[in-house]
């Protein structure tokens, strides 16, 4: 009930500077600064003191999955953390105080806002590496990249 009230007790990491109202939640962060990573990846080097972290790692890297999906739109991630983040997308105006100057485009954090701006510049600092495609977008680069890996092209 804490959480949902003024009487919100931060704990924080002496290592690193994390900061949670959940004892646990801390708890379970003190596990990343510890030297042993009993968490490892049958697939590659990657190791973690934390189980969330390797399952999380497996869907992103190795497997593709995409269990979290938004309910306005087609969007799909393998982290619970960033379906939450993106929802933000679809808030109202009033949780989006990053407006862009050329179009009624609005976000709620000033990333966002930035990513959208080079749909005006014409920006693309993403370069694939196998051709000369180039993208505004990261996402946009790693679905072109697809490509490459459908044509037996990588």
């Known amino acids: 009930m804490k959480t949902h009230t003024a009487e919100k007790k931060s704990f924080m990491c002496d290592k690193c500077g994390f900061t949670t109202p959940h004892k646990y939640s801390l708890s379970c962060h003190m596990k990343t600064h510890m030297q ?30 995409k269990p979290f999906k938004c309910e306005e739109c087609d969007f799909k991630t393998a982290r619970k ?3 939450k983040r993106h929802a933000e997308t679809h808030s ?36 694939c590496d196998k051709c000369d495609y180039r993208a505004a977008q990261q996402g946009t680069l790693k679905k072109h990249m697809e490509t490459h890996q459908s044509l037996g092209t990588n």
């Not at 009993?38 to 999955?65: V, W």
């Not at 407006?99 to 990333?111: I, V």
């Open 92 to 127: 109202n105006t009033r949780n989006k105080p990053f407006q862009c100057e050329q179009c009624d485009y609005r976000a709620a954090r000033k990333d966002q806002l930035d990513r959208h701006m080079t749909t005006h510049t014409g920006e693309r600092p993403y370069a």
């Open 36 to 65: 042993e990573k009993p968490f490892k990846c049958e697939e590659c080097d990657f190791s973690t003191a934390l189980k969330g972290s390797l399952t999380i790692h497996i869907r992103a890297t190795h497997t593709a999955e």
């Open 81 to 83: 953390d960033l379906l």
